[in-house]
Protein backbone atom coordinates (compact mmCIF):
# COMPACT_ATOMS: atom_id res chain seq x y z
CA UNK A 1 0.00 0.00 0.00
CA UNK A 2 1.51 3.10 -1.00
CA UNK A 3 1.97 6.26 1.55
CA UNK A 4 -1.16 9.31 1.36
CA UNK A 5 -1.70 12.11 3.41
CA UNK A 6 -4.53 11.59 5.60
CA UNK A 7 -8.01 14.26 5.69
CA UNK A 8 -7.92 17.01 7.28
CA UNK A 9 -11.29 15.53 8.48
CA UNK A 10 -8.97 12.08 9.97
CA UNK A 11 -6.41 14.73 12.03
CA UNK A 12 -9.40 16.52 13.29
CA UNK A 13 -10.88 13.07 14.73
CA UNK A 14 -7.42 12.67 16.34
CA UNK A 15 -7.10 16.20 17.86
CA UNK A 16 -10.95 16.01 19.33
CA UNK A 17 -10.86 12.65 20.47
CA UNK A 18 -7.42 14.07 22.63
CA UNK A 19 -9.58 17.22 23.27
CA UNK A 20 -12.30 14.66 24.78
CA UNK A 21 -9.77 12.89 27.28
CA UNK A 22 -11.39 12.02 30.53
CA UNK A 23 -9.48 11.28 33.91
CA UNK A 24 -9.71 15.55 34.38
CA UNK A 25 -6.66 16.04 33.06
CA UNK A 26 -5.71 17.31 29.36
CA UNK A 27 -4.14 14.66 27.08
CA UNK A 28 -0.13 15.47 27.48
CA UNK A 29 3.25 13.74 25.76
CA UNK A 30 6.54 14.59 25.57
CA UNK A 31 7.90 16.56 22.41
CA UNK A 32 10.73 15.13 21.80
CA UNK A 33 13.41 12.52 24.07
CA UNK A 34 15.28 13.17 26.58
CA UNK A 35 18.69 13.63 26.04
CA UNK A 36 21.73 12.02 28.18
CA UNK A 37 22.09 15.11 30.23
CA UNK A 38 18.20 15.41 30.95
CA UNK A 39 18.13 11.41 31.28
CA UNK A 40 20.74 12.12 34.28
CA UNK A 41 18.79 14.87 36.33
CA UNK A 42 15.47 12.72 35.92
CA UNK A 43 16.84 9.56 37.12
CA UNK A 44 18.45 8.97 40.81
CA UNK A 45 19.66 5.56 42.18
CA UNK A 46 16.92 4.43 45.08
CA UNK A 47 14.77 7.66 44.42
CA UNK A 48 11.26 7.60 42.36
CA UNK A 49 12.63 10.44 40.44
CA UNK A 50 16.02 12.57 40.13
CA UNK A 51 16.81 16.32 41.54
CA UNK A 52 15.55 18.25 37.71
CA UNK A 53 12.55 15.44 37.26
CA UNK A 54 9.72 17.72 37.61
CA UNK A 55 11.41 20.76 35.46
CA UNK A 56 12.46 18.89 32.91
CA UNK A 57 9.07 16.74 32.50
CA UNK A 58 7.07 20.51 32.41
CA UNK A 59 9.84 21.57 29.33
CA UNK A 60 9.24 18.15 27.61
CA UNK A 61 5.45 18.41 27.65
CA UNK A 62 2.81 19.35 25.76
CA UNK A 63 -0.92 19.41 26.69
CA UNK A 64 -3.88 19.26 24.54
CA UNK A 65 -6.14 22.31 25.25
CA UNK A 66 -8.74 24.28 22.61
CA UNK A 67 -5.77 26.60 22.68
CA UNK A 68 -3.18 23.76 21.09
CA UNK A 69 -5.42 22.26 19.07
CA UNK A 70 -4.59 23.71 16.07
CA UNK A 71 -1.22 23.74 16.81
CA UNK A 72 -1.25 20.03 17.45
CA UNK A 73 -3.20 19.69 14.13
CA UNK A 74 -0.66 21.19 12.41
CA UNK A 75 2.32 18.97 14.25
CA UNK A 76 0.19 15.64 13.17
CA UNK A 77 -0.07 16.94 9.33
CA UNK A 78 3.15 18.52 8.98
CA UNK A 79 4.86 14.74 9.85
CA UNK A 80 2.17 12.77 7.65
CA UNK A 81 3.98 15.28 4.89
CA UNK A 82 7.37 14.50 5.85
CA UNK A 83 7.18 10.75 5.80
CA UNK A 84 5.23 11.07 2.39
CA UNK A 85 8.33 13.26 1.12
CA UNK A 86 10.63 11.23 2.75
CA UNK A 87 9.09 7.82 1.00
CA UNK A 88 8.42 9.63 -2.24
CA UNK A 89 12.14 11.82 -2.53
CA UNK A 90 9.51 14.66 -2.50
CA UNK A 91 9.62 18.42 -1.65
CA UNK A 92 5.88 18.96 -1.01
CA UNK A 93 4.92 21.54 1.49
CA UNK A 94 2.18 20.12 3.86
CA UNK A 95 -1.45 21.87 3.84
CA UNK A 96 -2.58 24.31 6.58
CA UNK A 97 -4.71 22.69 9.31
CA UNK A 98 -7.61 24.61 10.81
CA UNK A 99 -9.08 22.92 13.97
CA UNK A 100 -13.10 22.36 13.96
CA UNK A 101 -15.29 20.22 16.09
CA UNK A 102 -15.91 16.82 14.41
CA UNK A 103 -18.56 14.09 15.01
CA UNK A 104 -17.81 11.73 17.74
CA UNK A 105 -16.23 8.18 16.71
CA UNK A 106 -16.06 5.17 18.82
CA UNK A 107 -13.11 4.16 20.58
CA UNK A 108 -12.29 1.38 18.09
CA UNK A 109 -12.69 3.83 15.42
CA UNK A 110 -10.16 5.80 16.73
CA UNK A 111 -7.68 3.08 17.66
CA UNK A 112 -8.23 2.04 13.89
CA UNK A 113 -8.09 5.75 12.61
CA UNK A 114 -4.08 6.20 14.66
CA UNK A 115 -2.74 2.52 13.31
CA UNK A 116 -3.75 4.80 9.54
CA UNK A 117 -1.98 7.90 10.28
CA UNK A 118 0.84 6.28 11.78
CA UNK A 119 1.17 3.96 8.90
CA UNK A 120 1.36 7.18 6.59
CA UNK A 121 3.57 8.64 9.10
CA UNK A 122 6.12 6.94 9.61
CA UNK A 123 8.29 6.35 6.69
CA UNK A 124 10.86 9.08 8.02
CA UNK A 125 13.92 7.17 10.57
CA UNK A 126 13.65 9.26 13.36
CA UNK A 127 9.90 8.81 13.40
CA UNK A 128 9.57 6.78 16.64
CA UNK A 129 10.76 9.93 18.06
CA UNK A 130 8.92 12.34 16.41
CA UNK A 131 6.17 14.44 18.74
CA UNK A 132 3.66 13.13 16.77
CA UNK A 133 4.23 9.53 17.19
CA UNK A 134 4.03 10.04 21.18
CA UNK A 135 1.28 11.81 20.69
CA UNK A 136 -0.33 8.94 19.01
CA UNK A 137 0.92 6.54 21.71
CA UNK A 138 -0.39 8.55 24.45
CA UNK A 139 -4.24 8.61 22.87
CA UNK A 140 -4.08 5.06 21.75
CA UNK A 141 -3.16 4.59 25.66
CA UNK A 142 -6.21 6.86 26.92
CA UNK A 143 -8.94 5.14 24.64
CA UNK A 144 -7.76 1.86 25.73
CA UNK A 145 -9.08 2.71 28.78
CA UNK A 146 -12.53 3.44 27.01
CA UNK A 147 -13.22 0.38 26.06
CA UNK A 148 -16.00 -1.60 27.28
CA UNK A 149 -14.91 -3.67 30.22
CA UNK A 150 -11.59 -2.47 30.66
CA UNK A 151 -11.85 -1.23 34.20
CA UNK A 152 -13.82 -4.29 35.01
CA UNK A 153 -10.89 -6.25 34.24
CA UNK A 154 -8.24 -7.62 36.70
CA UNK A 155 -5.08 -5.50 36.86
CA UNK A 156 -2.69 -8.78 37.11
CA UNK A 157 -3.59 -12.29 36.10
CA UNK A 158 -2.52 -14.76 38.93
CA UNK A 159 -4.71 -18.29 37.98
CA UNK A 160 -3.64 -20.37 34.82
Same mark, same amino acid.
Given at each position: ? +?? &??? /?????? %? ?6 ? %?? *????? +???? @? ?23 ? +? ?15 ? /? ?12 ? *???? !????? *? ?18 ? *? ?16 ? &?? !??? @? ?17 ? !??
Amino acid at each position: M +SA &FIV /SIHHIR %ALVNAGLN %AR *YGQPL +SWRI @RPLTAEERAGSYEPGEPWGPDAIVI +SGQLRRELTPESAELVG /SILLAENQRSVNYR *YDEN !ELEYV *YTHRPSRPRTPVELLKAIDC *YEYQACETPDWEDSEAAA &FC !EAL @RSHLIGDLPGYHDAPWSID !EQ
